[in-house]
């Protein structure tokens, strides 16, 4: 349990650092969620986002960093 306990807390630590960059980079005019390739539709009674430009871009950078923090590692 006790490891379990400390794996919940990292993560959560990570979502906090995670939402305060989205916060500053909101801040700082970063286009996430405008980027091209992020579909809206609006329509009279009902609104769809569909934000794949924006997921391929994070992927991208996610995978990078878990890249070389895994060859830091070795």
């Given at each position: ?36 390739g ?8 009902v ?9 391929i ?8 960093l ?5 060859r830091?590692?070795?």
């Open positions: 349990m006790i490891e379990l306990g400390k794996a919940i807390l990292v993560l959560g630590v990570l979502l906090a650092i995670f939402g305060g960059v989205l916060l500053i980079g909101g801040r700082a005019g970063l286009p996430l969620g405008r980027l091209p992020d579909f809206r539709y609006r329509g009279k009674n609104q769809v986002y569909f934000p794949i430009g924006t997921s871009v994070i992927s991208v950078v996610l995978t990078v878990f890249y070389l923090i895994a830091i590692k070795k």
